[in-house]
């Protein structure tokens, strides 16, 4: 098991930028793979991006493409999310998630999660 912890969430201004981090402690995979999802109230938990354990490959929804950049330090344990030009509608609880080898898009398919960071984004 992989135990994740997420931090930097809070409250910004439209137009703004926050630095989300999610550090991984415990038992780690050799390749392993950390997605963000969000999830907003009334809404299904969506993935928002992901990165392999190399940092070679990403894959963003395509409502962030531009705008999110994710990153990974691994001698630190930590991936981070970057997101600029933040819009109120980015608002949710913000989840990291980790799974062996691939990034996929399912919710089900990550082994461990991590406990969620508000992100909110005034008008």
């Known amino acids: 098991q992989v135990q994740l912890v997420e931090s930097g969430g809070g409250l910004v201004q439209a137009g703004g930028s926050l630095r989300l981090s999610c550090t991984a402690s415990g038992r780690t995979f050799s390749t392993y793979v950390v997605a963000w999802f969000r999830q907003a109230p009334g809404k299904e938990r969506e993935f928002v991006a992901g990165?392999?354990?190399?940092?070679?490959?990403?894959d963003y929804a395509d409502s962030v493409k531009g705008r999110f950049t994710i990153s990974r330090d691994n001698a630190k344990n930590t991936v981070y999310l970057q997101m600029n030009s933040l819009k109120p509608e980015d608002t949710a609880v913000y989840y990291c998630a980790a799974r062996p080898r691939f990034i996929t898009t399912a919710r089900n398919d990550y082994r461990s999660w991590g406990q969620g960071t508000q992100v909110t984004v005034s008008s």
């Open positions: 990165i392999t354990w190399s940092g070679t490959i990403t």
